[in-house]
């Protein structure tokens, strides 16, 4: 397994169209929506597991050390997304705004999907605590990406603006876990798969805590997806 290449601390390319990302240089023909973004503590587990899993979706991927990356590399990535803000524009010119009243809006920032993955509880857990600072600092789009039903989450969201945060998905600990979860994704996110009732029960339990939250997941991407801020042990 060959070494991921770092653009900036802490923030590495872990495919083809991961690189042209952060090098800045996506084009009209080679934009595949905002890259997905693997967060983790140490890449000392099998990510190729995570590499093969977008592979599918011929989708960029990038990674995220947290024990590594800083403000500078924080910057770096949010550069690179923001680069993409003109493949939403019919004239390549202007950035995504969110509507905020019929007089303002907002500039945003479209990224993920976040995934947090590692070899150990703690890993996972660290990894996901630094996938949910991340992921809250950007907005989801569900236009102009490969990932299928991938988007249709939400971990993080704006009571006040209404702004939407891409989702976070906790992968469980351990090569055989993340690999079993990500099968389950891949037929979640082909739309092969249809929501249980445990699924229904756990989205609406976790809406109790935030209100709102219900109408922003399709609960087929339970329990993958992030439904509550995690905390850092």
């Known amino acids: 397994m060959a070494p991921p290449v770092a653009y900036a ?11 042209d990302f952060l090098s800045y240089t996506v084009t009209q ?3 595949r929506g905002p890259a997905a973004v693997l967060v983790v503590d140490a890449f000392d587990f099998d990510y190729e597991i995570v590499v093969d899993f977008i592979a599918q979706f011929n989708a960029p991927l990038v990674g995220v050390a947290q024990n590594s990356i800083d403000s500078a590399g924080r910057a770096y990535l949010r550069g690179a997304y923001d680069m993409l803000g003109r493949f939403y524009d019919s004239a390549r010119s202007r950035k995504p705004r969110l509507p905020t009243s019929l007089t303002t809006d907002i500039p945003v920032v479209y990224g993920g999907p976040f995934f947090a ?3 150990s509880n703690s890993d996972v857990n660290i990894a996901a605590v630094r996938a949910w600072e991340l992921a809250i600092t950007y907005t989801r789009t569900t236009q102009n990406h490969p990932y299928g039903l991938g988007m249709q989450a939400v971990s993080v969201f704006s009571t006040s603006n209404d702004n939407l945060s891409p989702p ?22 082909l739309a092969e798969a249809v929501p249980t009732v445990t699924q229904y029960e756990s989205l609406y339990a976790a809406a109790v ?19 509550a801020e995690p905390i850092e042990m």
């Open 168 to 189: 976070v998905y906790q992968l469980t600990p351990g090569d055989v876990g993340i690999a079993s979860d990500l099968k389950t994704l891949t037929k979640k996110w």
């Open 209 to 227: 805590a935030r209100p709102g939250l219900g109408a922003k997941i399709n609960p087929v991407l339970i329990p993958q997806v992030l439904l």
């Open 117 to 119: 993955a590692g070899l």
């Open 29 to 31: 023909t080679t934009f």
């Open 9 to 19: 601390a802490g923030v590495f390319s872990l495919n083809a169209l991961g690189d």
